[in-house]
């Protein structure tokens, strides 16, 4: 039987990035291969075909630049550990596994209720229940020792200013010395989601408004990388069909474009 879907407002846009995973994996040329998407997409009870326009193929692109994030990071740290805030239905740890990593994947309990249908803890891989705004997961990531690598991936969008600058700021403080990646939305994005075919579909709505990732610096956050659809990295754009790679960096400088950055700071 199909997993039928219980979840709140925010939470249901997990369902955007898994889908478009899943038709990127059936084009012909995939840049993520992902087809556990595939198997995932058939095995939930939801009309996915709501979803249209360039949230797919952009949540496709985007996980491929934060995949390169902690690539860069297992290169230097083979046994350092990842932590994905607000990990959805993910599937980076069986995509970026190098057999050494320490990996947690957080979630709200509402959204684990659903990844524990299709994914299992295992000896270096562990489910936590819980919110990137509260601190009690942070024991359980702190007490391995080692680098950390701090993710999280069109999550604090939803969230408000205060709240997400009072949060990246308490993770500065608490993980100190190790990397942090997260995604931010100039002014002409969150003004223009109304005119965005998937956010049609579903009630929830970006709120946080982040034009200049350097402005987070004063909170304890150093910008190491800023990257646009534009810019990947080097290894990273050859994974794009051209159609991305050229027609992306023909309209970096648009507002839409040059707006939404994938950032790795150190905290
Ligand atoms: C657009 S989805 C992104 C999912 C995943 N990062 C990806 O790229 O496939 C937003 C995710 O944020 C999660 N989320 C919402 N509020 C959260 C919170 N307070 N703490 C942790 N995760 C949260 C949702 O459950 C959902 O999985």
């Known amino acids: 039987m199909k997993a039928k879907i219980e979840l709140g407002d925010v939470q249901e846009t997990l369902l955007i990035p898994l889908y478009g995973r899943a038709r990127d994996a059936a084009a012909n040329r995939s840049v993520l291969a992902d087809t556990r998407a595939i198997e995932l997409v058939d095995a939930i009870d939801y009309d996915f075909t709501r979803f249209t326009g360039p949230s797919l193929p952009g949540s496709v692109l985007r996980a491929s630049i934060f995949d390169q994030y902690v690539r860069d990071f297992l290169a230097d ?7 994905d805030l607000g990990c959805g239905l993910s599937t980076r740890f069986d ?9 947690f994947d957080l979630d709200l309990p509402d959204t684990m209720a659903l990844r524990r249908r299709f994914f299992t803890d295992s000896e270096r891989y562990t489910m936590i229940d819980g919110s990137i705004f509260d601190e009690d997961w942070y024991e359980a990531v702190a007490e391995r020792g080692g680098p950390v690598f701090l993710l999280s991936e069109a999550v604090l969008l939803y969230f408000a200013r205060e709240e997400v600058e009072d949060v990246l700021g308490r993770l500065a403080r608490r993980f100190g010395g190790n990397r942090l990646a997260v995604d931010t939305g100039g002014r002409f994005m969150m003004g223009h989601q109304d005119q965005n075919p998937v956010f049609r579909s579903i009630p929830a709505r970006m709120q946080w408004v982040c034009d200049d990732p350097r402005t987070l610096e004063p909170i304890g956050l150093r910008l190491l990388e800023s990257r646009t659809f534009a810019h990947p990295q080097k290894a990273v754009a050859g994974t794009w069909p051209w159609k991305y790679r050229l027609g992306l960096a023909a309209i970096g400088f648009t507002p839409m474009v040059s707006g939404y950055r994938m950032n790795l700071f150190t905290a």
């Open 95 to 103: 995509r970026l596994d190098n057999g050494s990593v320490r990996w």
């Open 77 to 83: 740290h083979p046994d350092g550990t990842v932590v």
